[in-house]
Protein backbone atom coordinates (compact mmCIF):
# COMPACT_ATOMS: atom_id res chain seq x y z
CA UNK A 1 0.00 0.00 0.00
CA UNK A 2 1.10 3.52 -1.39
CA UNK A 3 1.88 5.74 1.84
CA UNK A 4 -0.15 8.61 0.76
CA UNK A 5 -3.13 8.34 -1.63
CA UNK A 6 -6.64 10.21 -2.17
CA UNK A 7 -9.72 8.44 -2.80
CA UNK A 8 -11.93 10.09 -4.95
CA UNK A 9 -15.03 9.94 -6.20
CA UNK A 10 -15.99 13.17 -8.31
CA UNK A 11 -19.09 12.88 -9.11
CA UNK A 12 -22.72 10.19 -8.23
CA UNK A 13 -24.28 9.99 -11.61
CA UNK A 14 -28.51 9.79 -11.87
CA UNK A 15 -28.96 12.00 -8.59
CA UNK A 16 -30.99 14.41 -7.76
CA UNK A 17 -28.26 17.37 -7.10
CA UNK A 18 -24.45 16.45 -7.17
CA UNK A 19 -22.21 14.79 -4.52
CA UNK A 20 -18.92 13.14 -4.52
CA UNK A 21 -15.99 12.06 -2.03
CA UNK A 22 -12.50 12.25 -0.76
CA UNK A 23 -10.61 10.54 1.38
CA UNK A 24 -7.08 11.44 1.81
CA UNK A 25 -4.22 9.35 3.44
CA UNK A 26 -1.10 10.57 4.23
CA UNK A 27 2.03 8.37 5.44
CA UNK A 28 -0.19 5.87 5.87
CA UNK A 29 -2.50 7.84 7.76
CA UNK A 30 -6.33 9.12 7.27
CA UNK A 31 -6.26 12.58 6.90
CA UNK A 32 -9.31 13.57 5.81
CA UNK A 33 -12.87 12.33 5.16
CA UNK A 34 -15.63 14.37 2.70
CA UNK A 35 -19.07 13.64 1.93
CA UNK A 36 -19.16 16.46 -0.81
CA UNK A 37 -22.36 17.50 -1.88
CA UNK A 38 -22.23 20.50 -4.67
CA UNK A 39 -25.78 20.28 -5.97
CA UNK A 40 -27.27 24.09 -6.84
CA UNK A 41 -29.44 25.67 -4.14
CA UNK A 42 -32.83 25.01 -4.21
CA UNK A 43 -34.24 28.32 -2.34
CA UNK A 44 -37.48 26.31 -1.35
CA UNK A 45 -37.38 28.86 1.60
CA UNK A 46 -37.39 31.66 -0.65
CA UNK A 47 -40.15 30.52 -2.74
CA UNK A 48 -42.38 30.06 0.32
CA UNK A 49 -42.00 34.15 1.45
CA UNK A 50 -44.67 35.76 0.47
CA UNK A 51 -46.90 33.18 -0.62
CA UNK A 52 -50.35 32.33 1.12
CA UNK A 53 -50.25 29.08 4.32
CA UNK A 54 -52.37 26.84 2.54
CA UNK A 55 -49.75 26.67 -0.03
CA UNK A 56 -46.64 25.71 1.88
CA UNK A 57 -47.45 21.71 1.32
CA UNK A 58 -47.53 21.54 -2.12
CA UNK A 59 -44.93 23.85 -2.82
CA UNK A 60 -42.35 21.73 0.19
CA UNK A 61 -43.54 18.56 -1.48
CA UNK A 62 -41.52 19.46 -4.42
CA UNK A 63 -38.72 19.26 -2.48
CA UNK A 64 -38.59 14.97 -2.06
CA UNK A 65 -40.14 13.14 -5.08
CA UNK A 66 -39.45 9.86 -2.62
CA UNK A 67 -40.89 11.44 0.93
CA UNK A 68 -43.23 14.21 -0.79
CA UNK A 69 -46.09 12.68 2.53
CA UNK A 70 -43.29 13.86 5.24
CA UNK A 71 -42.78 17.52 3.59
CA UNK A 72 -47.12 18.18 2.90
CA UNK A 73 -47.40 16.68 6.42
CA UNK A 74 -44.80 18.99 7.89
CA UNK A 75 -46.41 21.49 6.34
CA UNK A 76 -50.00 20.65 7.23
CA UNK A 77 -49.42 20.60 10.96
CA UNK A 78 -47.18 23.32 11.41
CA UNK A 79 -50.21 25.79 9.96
CA UNK A 80 -53.17 23.66 11.81
CA UNK A 81 -50.82 23.83 15.22
CA UNK A 82 -50.21 27.87 14.44
CA UNK A 83 -53.55 28.24 14.08
CA UNK A 84 -55.26 26.33 17.04
CA UNK A 85 -56.61 23.62 14.62
CA UNK A 86 -56.92 20.13 16.08
CA UNK A 87 -57.74 17.57 13.37
CA UNK A 88 -60.44 14.92 13.98
CA UNK A 89 -59.05 11.70 14.78
CA UNK A 90 -60.34 9.80 11.77
CA UNK A 91 -58.14 12.37 9.74
CA UNK A 92 -55.13 11.65 11.68
CA UNK A 93 -55.62 8.40 10.98
CA UNK A 94 -55.96 9.01 7.20
CA UNK A 95 -52.58 11.23 7.38
CA UNK A 96 -50.63 8.17 9.16
CA UNK A 97 -51.86 5.56 6.65
CA UNK A 98 -51.07 7.53 3.86
CA UNK A 99 -47.38 7.72 5.54
CA UNK A 100 -47.18 4.17 6.22
CA UNK A 101 -47.71 4.18 2.18
CA UNK A 102 -44.38 6.75 1.92
CA UNK A 103 -42.20 4.41 4.72
CA UNK A 104 -43.66 1.33 2.91
CA UNK A 105 -42.01 2.75 -0.34
CA UNK A 106 -39.35 4.00 0.22
CA UNK A 107 -37.74 1.49 2.38
CA UNK A 108 -38.56 -1.22 -0.23
CA UNK A 109 -36.76 0.82 -2.79
CA UNK A 110 -33.72 1.45 -0.33
CA UNK A 111 -33.57 -2.42 0.51
CA UNK A 112 -33.91 -3.89 -2.63
CA UNK A 113 -33.08 -1.71 -4.79
CA UNK A 114 -30.48 0.26 -3.51
CA UNK A 115 -28.48 -1.14 -0.50
CA UNK A 116 -28.90 -5.11 -0.74
CA UNK A 117 -26.54 -5.10 -3.86
CA UNK A 118 -23.52 -3.69 -1.24
CA UNK A 119 -23.93 -6.48 0.86
CA UNK A 120 -23.92 -9.43 -2.01
CA UNK A 121 -21.23 -7.96 -4.21
CA UNK A 122 -23.80 -6.55 -7.16
CA UNK A 123 -23.07 -3.66 -9.20
CA UNK A 124 -26.49 -2.78 -8.91
CA UNK A 125 -30.40 -4.44 -8.94
CA UNK A 126 -30.66 -5.82 -12.45
CA UNK A 127 -27.04 -7.69 -11.88
CA UNK A 128 -28.13 -8.86 -8.55
CA UNK A 129 -32.07 -9.64 -10.26
CA UNK A 130 -30.14 -12.37 -12.43
CA UNK A 131 -29.32 -14.59 -9.12
CA UNK A 132 -31.90 -13.42 -6.94
CA UNK A 133 -34.92 -13.00 -9.11
CA UNK A 134 -37.58 -13.59 -5.47
CA UNK A 135 -35.81 -11.00 -3.74
CA UNK A 136 -35.67 -8.06 -6.12
CA UNK A 137 -39.33 -9.67 -7.83
CA UNK A 138 -40.54 -9.41 -3.69
CA UNK A 139 -39.11 -6.01 -3.40
CA UNK A 140 -40.62 -4.46 -6.49
CA UNK A 141 -44.43 -6.11 -5.13
CA UNK A 142 -43.83 -4.34 -1.66
CA UNK A 143 -43.11 -1.28 -3.30
CA UNK A 144 -46.06 -0.95 -5.66
CA UNK A 145 -48.49 -1.59 -2.64
CA UNK A 146 -46.80 1.27 -0.91
CA UNK A 147 -47.50 3.59 -4.33
CA UNK A 148 -50.49 2.02 -4.12
CA UNK A 149 -51.85 3.60 -1.02
CA UNK A 150 -50.09 6.79 -1.47
CA UNK A 151 -52.16 6.81 -4.28
CA UNK A 152 -55.61 6.11 -3.31
CA UNK A 153 -55.46 8.38 -0.35
CA UNK A 154 -52.70 11.27 -2.22
CA UNK A 155 -54.69 11.34 -5.53
CA UNK A 156 -51.19 10.00 -7.64
CA UNK A 157 -48.07 8.44 -6.39
CA UNK A 158 -45.93 11.07 -6.76
CA UNK A 159 -46.27 14.79 -4.90
CA UNK A 160 -49.61 13.57 -4.27
CA UNK A 161 -52.28 16.31 -4.94
CA UNK A 162 -55.60 15.15 -2.31
CA UNK A 163 -53.67 16.47 0.55
CA UNK A 164 -54.13 19.87 2.20
CA UNK A 165 -53.55 22.33 5.29
CA UNK A 166 -57.18 21.14 7.76
CA UNK A 167 -57.41 17.44 6.38
CA UNK A 168 -57.47 16.37 2.32
CA UNK A 169 -59.92 17.46 -0.34
CA UNK A 170 -61.89 14.33 -0.95
CA UNK A 171 -61.49 11.14 1.71
CA UNK A 172 -61.74 7.44 0.39
CA UNK A 173 -64.59 5.53 1.39
CA UNK A 174 -64.13 2.08 3.69
CA UNK A 175 -64.98 -0.27 0.38
CA UNK A 176 -61.94 1.66 -1.01
CA UNK A 177 -59.83 1.55 1.69
CA UNK A 178 -60.76 -2.42 2.16
CA UNK A 179 -59.61 -3.38 -1.81
CA UNK A 180 -56.18 -3.10 -0.26
CA UNK A 181 -56.38 -5.05 2.80
CA UNK A 182 -55.50 -9.06 0.99
CA UNK A 183 -52.20 -7.18 -0.49
CA UNK A 184 -51.40 -5.64 2.73
CA UNK A 185 -51.92 -8.61 4.56
CA UNK A 186 -50.09 -10.54 2.12
CA UNK A 187 -47.12 -7.59 2.26
CA UNK A 188 -46.80 -8.42 5.84
CA UNK A 189 -45.86 -12.02 5.33
CA UNK A 190 -43.39 -10.65 2.95
CA UNK A 191 -42.22 -8.00 5.18
CA UNK A 192 -41.78 -10.42 8.45
CA UNK A 193 -39.42 -12.79 5.65
CA UNK A 194 -37.81 -9.93 4.69
CA UNK A 195 -36.76 -9.37 8.32
CA UNK A 196 -35.56 -12.99 8.73
CA UNK A 197 -33.54 -12.84 4.86
CA UNK A 198 -31.98 -9.28 6.03
CA UNK A 199 -30.44 -10.57 9.16
CA UNK A 200 -28.66 -13.08 6.97
CA UNK A 201 -26.08 -10.69 5.07
CA UNK A 202 -23.11 -10.27 6.19
CA UNK A 203 -22.42 -7.37 8.71
CA UNK A 204 -19.12 -5.39 8.73
CA UNK A 205 -18.19 -5.26 12.24
CA UNK A 206 -18.32 -1.50 12.84
CA UNK A 207 -19.98 0.04 15.89
CA UNK A 208 -20.38 3.93 17.03
CA UNK A 209 -20.90 5.86 20.12
CA UNK A 210 -23.98 7.85 18.89
CA UNK A 211 -26.77 10.49 19.79
CA UNK A 212 -29.80 9.23 18.61
CA UNK A 213 -32.67 11.32 17.71
CA UNK A 214 -36.44 11.15 17.11
CA UNK A 215 -39.86 11.55 17.80
CA UNK A 216 -41.57 10.06 20.73
CA UNK A 217 -45.27 9.12 21.63
CA UNK A 218 -45.57 6.95 24.32
CA UNK A 219 -48.70 5.13 23.09
CA UNK A 220 -47.38 4.98 19.12
CA UNK A 221 -44.24 4.49 17.03
CA UNK A 222 -44.01 7.70 16.13
CA UNK A 223 -44.63 8.86 12.65
CA UNK A 224 -46.10 12.62 13.02
CA UNK A 225 -46.86 13.64 16.58
CA UNK A 226 -44.34 13.49 20.03
CA UNK A 227 -41.47 15.17 21.41
CA UNK A 228 -38.07 15.00 20.14
CA UNK A 229 -35.78 12.63 22.32
CA UNK A 230 -32.64 11.21 22.25
CA UNK A 231 -30.53 8.89 24.60
CA UNK A 232 -28.31 11.25 25.39
CA UNK A 233 -31.11 13.29 28.00
CA UNK A 234 -32.57 15.48 25.13
CA UNK A 235 -36.38 15.61 26.06
CA UNK A 236 -37.81 18.88 23.93
CA UNK A 237 -41.02 20.56 22.10
CA UNK A 238 -40.83 20.50 18.62
CA UNK A 239 -40.91 24.34 18.77
CA UNK A 240 -37.53 24.16 20.42
CA UNK A 241 -35.54 22.52 17.87
CA UNK A 242 -33.63 25.73 17.05
CA UNK A 243 -32.43 26.24 20.64
CA UNK A 244 -30.61 22.61 20.58
CA UNK A 245 -29.91 21.85 16.81
CA UNK A 246 -27.38 24.62 15.06
CA UNK A 247 -26.37 24.41 11.19
CA UNK A 248 -23.73 25.36 9.92
CA UNK A 249 -21.92 25.76 6.17
CA UNK A 250 -18.98 24.00 5.44
CA UNK A 251 -16.67 24.51 2.65
CA UNK A 252 -17.21 21.00 0.23
CA UNK A 253 -20.91 21.38 0.92
CA UNK A 254 -23.86 23.61 -0.21
CA UNK A 255 -25.86 21.23 1.77
CA UNK A 256 -25.90 22.94 5.38
CA UNK A 257 -24.41 20.36 8.16
CA UNK A 258 -26.49 20.43 11.42
CA UNK A 259 -25.14 19.50 15.12
CA UNK A 260 -26.32 19.55 18.47
CA UNK A 261 -24.85 22.68 20.00
CA UNK A 262 -22.18 21.81 22.47
CA UNK A 263 -22.26 17.68 21.56
CA UNK A 264 -21.44 17.58 18.14
CA UNK A 265 -23.29 14.97 15.57
CA UNK A 266 -26.15 12.96 15.94
CA UNK A 267 -27.91 10.82 13.93
CA UNK A 268 -31.73 10.75 12.74
CA UNK A 269 -33.47 7.67 10.77
CA UNK A 270 -34.45 4.34 11.08
CA UNK A 271 -31.68 3.74 13.41
CA UNK A 272 -32.52 6.47 15.84
CA UNK A 273 -36.23 5.50 15.94
CA UNK A 274 -35.47 1.74 16.23
CA UNK A 275 -33.45 2.74 19.63
CA UNK A 276 -35.90 5.04 20.97
CA UNK A 277 -38.93 3.71 20.39
CA UNK A 278 -38.57 0.04 20.20
CA UNK A 279 -41.20 -0.76 22.88
CA UNK A 280 -43.65 1.01 20.67
CA UNK A 281 -43.52 -1.24 17.45
CA UNK A 282 -46.60 -3.37 17.09
CA UNK A 283 -46.29 -7.28 18.15
CA UNK A 284 -45.37 -8.55 14.91
CA UNK A 285 -42.65 -6.50 14.43
CA UNK A 286 -41.54 -7.16 17.69
CA UNK A 287 -41.86 -10.59 16.95
CA UNK A 288 -39.66 -10.19 14.04
CA UNK A 289 -36.86 -8.36 15.73
CA UNK A 290 -37.06 -10.83 18.75
CA UNK A 291 -36.21 -13.64 16.20
CA UNK A 292 -33.24 -11.93 14.04
CA UNK A 293 -32.05 -10.93 17.92
CA UNK A 294 -31.89 -7.48 17.07
CA UNK A 295 -32.83 -5.19 20.05
CA UNK A 296 -31.46 -1.71 21.51
CA UNK A 297 -29.40 -0.77 21.71
CA UNK A 298 -28.01 -1.46 18.10
CA UNK A 299 -24.87 1.10 16.76
CA UNK A 300 -24.10 -0.89 13.57
CA UNK A 301 -25.45 1.72 11.09
CA UNK A 302 -24.79 -1.02 8.25
CA UNK A 303 -27.81 -2.95 10.31
CA UNK A 304 -30.45 -0.31 9.36
CA UNK A 305 -31.32 -2.30 5.93
CA UNK A 306 -32.66 -4.81 9.08
CA UNK A 307 -34.39 -2.09 10.71
CA UNK A 308 -36.01 -0.74 7.18
CA UNK A 309 -37.41 -4.27 6.94
CA UNK A 310 -38.71 -4.37 10.38
CA UNK A 311 -40.50 -0.23 9.76
CA UNK A 312 -42.06 -2.06 6.59
CA UNK A 313 -43.52 -4.79 8.41
CA UNK A 314 -44.89 -2.52 11.11
CA UNK A 315 -46.07 -0.27 8.57
CA UNK A 316 -47.89 -2.94 7.18
CA UNK A 317 -49.54 -3.83 10.65
CA UNK A 318 -50.23 -0.06 11.02
CA UNK A 319 -52.49 0.16 7.92
CA UNK A 320 -54.55 -2.84 8.43
CA UNK A 321 -55.30 -1.38 12.08
CA UNK A 322 -56.37 2.02 10.58
CA UNK A 323 -58.11 0.28 7.98
CA UNK A 324 -59.80 -1.52 10.44
CA UNK A 325 -61.05 0.95 12.19
CA UNK A 326 -61.76 3.39 9.75
CA UNK A 327 -65.19 5.95 9.41
CA UNK A 328 -64.98 7.74 6.30
CA UNK A 329 -65.08 11.51 8.19
CA UNK A 330 -68.54 13.96 7.17
CA UNK A 331 -66.23 16.80 6.19
CA UNK A 332 -63.30 15.60 4.31
CA UNK A 333 -61.20 19.13 6.32
CA UNK A 334 -61.17 21.73 8.85
CA UNK A 335 -61.42 25.37 7.97
CA UNK A 336 -58.15 27.17 9.09
CA UNK A 337 -58.79 30.72 10.17
CA UNK A 338 -54.60 32.67 10.00
CA UNK A 339 -53.44 34.80 12.64
CA UNK A 340 -49.90 36.53 12.90
CA UNK A 341 -47.78 33.07 14.96
CA UNK A 342 -44.65 31.19 14.41
CA UNK A 343 -45.92 27.93 13.55
CA UNK A 344 -43.78 24.34 14.02
CA UNK A 345 -44.23 21.01 12.02
CA UNK A 346 -41.98 18.07 12.65
CA UNK A 347 -42.70 14.36 11.38
CA UNK A 348 -40.53 11.48 10.83
CA UNK A 349 -39.63 11.16 7.08
CA UNK A 350 -38.50 7.27 6.27
CA UNK A 351 -34.82 9.31 6.73
CA UNK A 352 -35.86 10.72 9.90
CA UNK A 353 -37.10 13.63 11.17
CA UNK A 354 -38.06 16.67 9.15
CA UNK A 355 -38.40 19.76 10.91
CA UNK A 356 -40.54 23.36 9.98
CA UNK A 357 -40.80 26.43 11.35
CA UNK A 358 -42.90 28.85 9.28
CA UNK A 359 -43.15 32.99 10.45
CA UNK A 360 -46.45 34.38 9.31
CA UNK A 361 -48.86 37.73 9.58
CA UNK A 362 -52.44 38.15 10.09
CA UNK A 363 -53.67 37.19 7.02
CA UNK A 364 -52.02 34.03 6.78
CA UNK A 365 -49.43 35.13 4.87
CA UNK A 366 -45.65 33.35 4.99
CA UNK A 367 -42.99 35.73 6.27
CA UNK A 368 -40.55 33.47 6.32
CA UNK A 369 -39.63 29.49 6.48
CA UNK A 370 -36.66 27.39 7.44
CA UNK A 371 -36.97 24.09 6.56
CA UNK A 372 -34.16 21.03 8.09
CA UNK A 373 -34.31 17.67 6.17
CA UNK A 374 -33.10 14.34 7.63
CA UNK A 375 -30.20 14.41 4.93
CA UNK A 376 -28.38 18.01 6.65
CA UNK A 377 -29.21 15.93 10.12
CA UNK A 378 -26.87 12.57 9.29
CA UNK A 379 -24.20 14.84 6.91
CA UNK A 380 -21.45 15.29 9.84
CA UNK A 381 -22.33 11.54 11.11
CA UNK A 382 -21.54 10.36 7.45
CA UNK A 383 -18.59 11.74 7.58
CA UNK A 384 -17.61 10.55 10.95
CA UNK A 385 -18.19 6.89 9.98
CA UNK A 386 -16.21 7.33 6.54
CA UNK A 387 -13.13 8.84 9.29
CA UNK A 388 -13.64 5.96 11.90
CA UNK A 389 -14.42 3.17 9.11
CA UNK A 390 -11.38 3.95 6.65
CA UNK A 391 -8.98 4.12 9.57
CA UNK A 392 -9.98 0.70 10.29
CA UNK A 393 -9.53 -0.45 7.44
CA UNK A 394 -7.14 1.97 5.53
CA UNK A 395 -5.38 -1.35 4.15
CA UNK A 396 -7.90 -2.41 1.94
CA UNK A 397 -7.02 -1.73 -2.09
CA UNK A 398 -8.66 1.48 -3.29
CA UNK A 399 -11.42 -0.72 -5.45
CA UNK A 400 -12.84 -2.60 -2.29
CA UNK A 401 -12.23 0.75 0.10
CA UNK A 402 -14.27 2.83 -2.43
CA UNK A 403 -17.37 0.30 -2.20
CA UNK A 404 -17.36 0.00 1.22
CA UNK A 405 -17.31 3.66 1.84
CA UNK A 406 -19.98 3.72 -0.78
CA UNK A 407 -21.86 1.45 1.40
CA UNK A 408 -21.09 3.69 4.71
CA UNK A 409 -22.92 6.64 2.81
CA UNK A 410 -25.63 3.98 1.64
CA UNK A 411 -26.21 3.36 5.51
CA UNK A 412 -28.25 6.73 5.76
CA UNK A 413 -30.28 6.61 2.54
CA UNK A 414 -29.69 10.38 2.37
CA UNK A 415 -31.09 10.65 -0.38
CA UNK A 416 -31.96 8.50 -3.95
CA UNK A 417 -29.37 10.58 -5.27
CA UNK A 418 -27.02 9.22 -3.02
CA UNK A 419 -27.93 5.79 -3.31
CA UNK A 420 -27.11 5.34 -6.65
CA UNK A 421 -24.52 2.38 -7.36
CA UNK A 422 -23.11 4.07 -10.53
CA UNK A 423 -20.35 6.29 -9.87
CA UNK A 424 -17.06 7.71 -11.49
CA UNK A 425 -14.34 6.84 -9.16
CA UNK A 426 -10.54 8.14 -9.55
CA UNK A 427 -8.02 7.14 -7.65
CA UNK A 428 -4.88 9.33 -7.02
CA UNK A 429 -1.39 8.63 -5.25
CA UNK A 430 1.01 11.29 -4.22
CA UNK A 431 3.86 11.58 -6.66
CA UNK A 432 6.00 11.33 -3.43
CA UNK A 433 5.08 8.11 -1.99
CA UNK A 434 7.18 5.37 -0.95
CA UNK A 435 7.84 3.02 -3.77
Request: with cysteine; glycine share 6%; proline share 5%.
Amino acid sequence: MKSSRTLKVDYLARVEGEGGLRIKFKNGAVTGAHFDIFEPPRFFEAFLRGRKFWEAPDITARICGICPIAYITCACQAMESGFGVKLNAQLQALRRLIFCGEWIESHALHIYMLHAPDFLGYPDAVAMAADHPSIVQQGLQIKKLGNDLVALIGGREIHPVNLKTGGFYRVPTRNELFSLSDRIKSACDAAYQAVLWAATLPFPDFEQDYEFVALHHPAEYAIMDGALVSNRGLEIQISDFEHYIQEEQVEHSTSLHAEMKGRGAYVVGPLARFNLNFKQLSSLALQAASEVKLAPVCNNPFKTIIIRSIEILYACEEALRIIENYERPAEPAIALKPVATTAYGCTEAPRGICWHRYRLDENGTILDARIVPPTSQNQKTIENDLLHFVRRNADLSDEKLTWMCEQVIRNYDPCISCSCHFLNVKIEHDATAKK
